[in-house]
């Protein structure tokens, strides 16, 4: 994905440029204008690229970097000092209260069972989600075909296009308990119905069905396009040495897909501590029966900020929840770094 | 990925070097059944809305309903002043998001491109660090609701998505790769301000970026039900994702916008096509969606695979 260390390319190119007779003249002519000043000046340039980047840089200030001190809260014992004054007058003279609101979300048990339920979804998730994405495009870059592999990609990436909103509604067709798909065939069958949105032992296998099922048309497209750019010579040498098709996907694709698999993988161990908000509380269509298996990290923040208001504790989850996937992207980063230089992403 | 390539996978199979017939047969029959899988549900859903009342209450959800009718549909026409004003919020959203969105992404792809530039350092770490860190869901609720004042306003559903470090980064890989830095150079060199190099040169020159981004950015707006849920309680600014969300969890909803009607709600909420209209509603959601996509396909895959490049 993005790489984010750039400036190895730019220097890299402007070496390129630095080579051309237009760069040359251009450094006349500059030379020419700015007699006797500094290289290093301010110049027009940039203060006109300053004024085209302000509006960008405004957003990000205030969309990401104010909340980014909001985090304090976690350590803090917030309330409204002052009725009408800001978030961060409030923020700021609240009682500092330590590591009060730690404590208190992980003897009251709920913190470490939240914690534990998002850790096993998304270790089931990571895996899953780049198994079978990789396998499916390996067989699909396999089908004879070529046109009815396409078909099949386009129709499989559909999913992904549906908010989890919508999905919800298509699980409700067939879950619903007394209209629903599922009951009418047990029905059929002769067994008892079952109550699908008060039965928690059921719906670890739907979440984790449906994240596959969600995210397959995304992962394979990003994985066929590193097939794709595979030298086919590799294949016919391969051919020629009598390895059968097996071998060849396991020895020449696999390995070349290594460093995307790895991208896709150091990007998803960021969200370890991350839960989809909307596969865990609008498909389950929020039912109390079933939150033993589907308060995950996030339905648990948003359940203290709106439903059973407690920010404290729902703060103190939520600075868990940016600190340890900050630390998660930059010590997988490094450790991949360190076992194979070009894998890494930062 | 390049046109040539692209041709490549798709005629130069050697016919030598493949898969039996039976293994092609067997992988072209899973991939029949995973592409029945997705499909499979909207066209369920397709299929209830159009089903009786009678036919539900009889056989329940069922692909072969008894008989078919539009009372669903005639039922949302008749409800056109709440669904049209939910369309409109919807539309509204993500055509003033798509524009305000792929603006503030290009002009600061372009920004980061000119490595003469003072402050390109500052604003790579600028873009960089909501990637790695973020100030949790608690104080973003706050600083929004209450420092930027945007609870119940209708910039709250179009700012916080306008802009994220993934399409800046897509928007800078494109224009320094696509665009030949040169003509930036000569323009400069002739007097253009920079103002003008984005406007008349970097716009017209990153169409396939902008397709790209501004599909990725529609989809997004238009899917959105969570910034709804989270910052808007005025029914005057539901989106479809929210009115469909509001069903959802209140199914008294519709009929308590009947009272306006001069009709009581628990008549009203009686003669409803509940379980039809749920889903005609939710078709209305995902059909423009389902049509549009298979279209605009190639700009997804070129906009995941161009973020996907390591330089």
Same mark, same amino acid.
């Given at each position: 994905?993005?790489?984010?260390?750039?400036?190895?390319?730019?220097?890299?190119?402007?070496?390129?440029?630095?080579?051309?007779?237009?760069?040359?003249?251009?450094?006349?002519?500059?030379?020419?204008?700015?007699?006797?000043?500094?290289?290093?000046?301010?110049?027009?340039?940039?203060?006109?690229?300053?004024?085209?980047?302000?509006?960008?840089?405004?957003?990000?200030?205030?969309?990401?970097?104010?909340?980014?001190?909001?985090?304090?809260?976690?350590?803090?014992?917030?309330?409204?000092?002052?009725?009408?004054?800001?978030?961060?007058?409030?923020?700021?003279?609240?009682?500092?209260?330590?590591?009060?609101?730690?404590?208190?979300?992980?003897?009251?048990?709920?913190?470490?069972?939240?914690?534990?339920?998002? %850790?096993? +979804?998304?270790?089931?998730?990571? /895996?899953? *989600?780049?198994? =079978?994405?990789?396998? #499916? &495009?390996?067989?699909?870059?396999?089908?004879?075909?070529?046109?009815?592999?396409?078909?099949?990609?386009?129709?499989?990436? %559909?999913? +992904?296009?549906?908010?989890?909103? /919508?999905? *919800?509604?298509? =699980?409700?067709?067939? #879950? &619903?308990?007394?209209?629903?798909?599922?009951?009418?065939?047990?029905?059929?069958?002769?067994?008892?119905?079952?109550?699908?949105?008060?039965?928690?032992?059921?719906?670890?296998?739907?979440?984790?069905?449906?994240?596959?099922?969600?995210?397959?048309?995304?992962?394979?497209?990003?994985?066929?396009?590193?097939?794709?750019?595979?030298?086919?010579?590799?294949?016919?040498?391969?051919?020629?040495?009598?390895?059968?098709?097996?071998?060849?996907?396991?020895?020449?694709?696999?390995?070349?897909?290594?460093?995307?698999?790895?991208?896709?993988?150091?990007?998803?161990?960021?969200?370890?501590?991350?839960?989809?908000?909307?596969?865990?509380?609008?498909?389950?269509?929020?039912?109390?029966?079933?939150?033993?298996?589907?308060?995950?990290?996030?339905?648990?923040?948003?359940?203290?900020?709106?439903?059973?208001?407690?920010?404290?504790?729902?703060?103190?989850?939520?600075?868990?929840?940016?600190?340890?996937?900050?630390?998660?992207?930059?010590?997988?980063?490094?450790?991949?770094?360190?076992?194979?230089?070009?894998?890494?992403?930062? | 990925?390049?046109?040539?390539?692209?041709?490549?996978?798709?005629?130069?199979?050697?016919?030598?070097?493949?898969?039996?017939?039976?293994?092609?047969?067997?992988?072209?029959?899973?991939?029949?059944?995973?592409?029945?899988?997705?499909?499979?549900?909207?066209?369920?859903?397709?299929?209830?809305?159009?089903?009786?009342?009678?036919?539900?209450?009889?056989?329940?959800?069922?692909?072969?309903?008894?008989?078919?009718?539009?009372?669903?549909?005639?039922?949302?026409?008749?409800?056109?002043?709440?669904?049209?004003?939910?369309?409109?919020?919807?539309?509204?959203?993500?055509?003033?998001?798509?524009?305000?969105?792929?603006?503030?992404?290009?002009?600061?792809?372009?920004?980061?491109?000119?490595?003469?530039?003072?402050?390109?350092?500052?604003?790579?770490?600028?873009?960089?660090?909501?990637?790695?860190?973020?100030?949790?869901?608690?104080?973003?609720?706050?600083?929004?609701?209450?420092?930027?004042?945007?609870?119940?306003?209708?910039?709250?559903?179009?700012?916080?998505?306008?802009?994220?470090?993934?399409?800046?980064?897509?928007?800078?890989?494109?224009?320094?790769?696509?665009?030949?830095?040169?003509?930036?150079?000569?323009?400069?060199?002739?007097?253009?301000?920079?103002?003008?190099?984005?406007?008349?040169?970097?716009?017209?020159?990153?169409?396939?970026?902008?397709?790209?981004?501004?599909?990725?950015?529609?989809?997004?707006?238009?899917?959105?039900?969570?910034?709804?849920?989270?910052?808007?309680?005025?029914?005057?600014?539901?989106?479809?994702?929210?009115?469909?969300?509001?069903?959802?969890?209140?199914?008294?909803?519709?009929?308590?916008?009947?009272?306006?009607?001069?009709?009581?709600?628990?008549?009203?909420?009686?003669?409803?096509?509940?379980?039809?209209?749920?889903?005609?509603?939710?078709?209305?959601?995902?059909?423009?969606?389902?049509?549009?996509?298979?279209?605009?396909?190639?700009?997804?895959?070129?906009?995941?695979?161009?973020?996907?490049?390591?330089?």
């Amino acid at each position: 994905m993005p790489c984010y260390n750039n400036s190895k390319a730019i220097n890299r190119y402007s070496t390129v440029l630095d080579n051309t007779d237009l760069l040359k003249q251009k450094e006349v002519l500059m030379s020419k204008k700015s007699k006797g000043v500094k290289k290093k000046r301010w110049t027009r340039d940039d203060t006109q690229l300053a004024l085209l980047a302000l509006p960008t840089t405004i957003w990000y200030v205030c969309f990401c970097f104010l909340p980014m001190f909001g985090v304090l809260m976690a350590f803090k014992n917030y309330r409204i000092v002052e009725a009408g004054r800001s978030f961060f007058y409030n923020l700021l003279h609240s009682e500092t209260t330590g590591f009060k609101n730690f404590e208190f979300l992980f003897s009251s048990g709920s913190g470490t069972r939240v914690l534990k339920l998002t %850790l096993t +979804y998304n270790i089931a998730f990571i /895996i899953l *989600g780049i198994v =079978v994405p990789v396998i #499916l &495009s390996l067989m699909m870059s396999q089908l004879h075909g070529k046109r009815y592999g396409k078909t099949c990609q386009t129709l499989m990436f %559909l999913p +992904y296009f549906m908010s989890w909103v /919508i999905v *919800g509604y298509f =699980v409700y067709a067939f #879950l &619903s308990p007394d209209k629903g798909l599922f009951n009418t065939i047990l029905t059929m069958l002769n067994k008892d119905t079952v109550n699908w949105y008060r039965e928690p032992e059921y719906w670890p296998y739907f979440l984790v069905f449906l994240n596959v099922w969600k995210g397959m048309g995304y992962g394979m497209v990003v994985y066929l396009a590193s097939i794709t750019g595979i030298d086919t010579s590799l294949y016919e040498a391969a051919m020629m040495d009598g390895a059968t098709k097996f071998q060849q996907a396991v020895k020449i694709t696999l390995p070349l897909m290594k460093s995307v698999i790895i991208m896709m993988f150091i990007l998803s161990i960021g969200g370890l501590v991350r839960s989809d908000f909307g596969l865990f509380y609008q498909v389950p269509k929020a039912s109390n029966s079933l939150y033993t298996v589907t308060e995950t990290i996030d339905v648990f923040i948003y359940k203290m900020i709106k439903e059973q208001p407690n920010p404290n504790m729902g703060s103190a989850a939520s600075f868990l929840q940016s600190v340890v996937s900050c630390a998660l992207i930059l010590i997988t980063n490094r450790i991949v770094k360190w076992m194979d230089k070009d894998s890494a992403i930062i | 990925m390049s046109k040539k390539k692209r041709t490549d996978y798709e005629n130069e199979q050697p016919k030598i070097n493949r898969i039996s017939k039976k293994t092609n047969f067997i992988f072209s029959a899973i991939f029949f059944l995973l592409a029945l899988i997705c499909v499979v549900p909207v066209v369920y859903i397709i299929i209830i809305s159009f089903s009786s009342s009678e036919s539900i209450a009889a056989k329940g959800y069922s692909f072969f309903p008894d008989s078919l009718t539009l009372e669903a549909y005639q039922y949302l026409w008749n409800n056109k002043v709440m669904i049209l004003k939910a369309f409109g919020v919807s539309a509204t959203v993500t055509i003033t998001g798509t524009i305000v969105g792929l603006f503030l992404t290009s002009s600061m792809g372009y920004v980061l491109t000119r490595s003469k530039f003072k402050l390109k350092g500052l604003l790579t770490w600028v873009v960089f660090i909501p990637m790695v860190f973020g100030g949790g869901l608690v104080s973003t609720y706050n600083v929004y609701t209450t420092v930027l004042g945007l609870k119940d306003s209708v910039w709250v559903l179009i700012l916080p998505m306008a802009v994220s470090s993934f399409h800046v980064i897509i928007a800078k890989t494109f224009i320094r790769t696509t665009i030949p830095q040169s003509i930036f150079e000569s323009a400069e060199i002739d007097g253009a301000s920079q103002l003008r190099i984005y406007f008349q040169m970097v716009i017209p020159l990153s169409k396939p970026l902008l397709a790209t981004i501004g599909l990725l950015l529609s989809f997004g707006y238009w899917n959105d039900w969570w910034l709804s849920l989270m910052y808007i309680d005025s029914r005057d600014l539901y989106s479809l994702q929210a009115v469909l969300m509001s069903i959802e969890r209140n199914i008294e909803y519709l009929a308590q916008n009947a009272n306006t009607m001069g009709i009581s709600s628990a008549q009203y909420a009686a003669t409803m096509p509940k379980e039809s209209m749920r889903m005609a509603m939710a078709v209305l959601i995902v059909v423009p969606i389902a049509c549009v996509y298979p279209f605009f396909q190639r700009y997804f895959v070129s906009g995941l695979t161009i973020g996907s490049v390591k330089e």
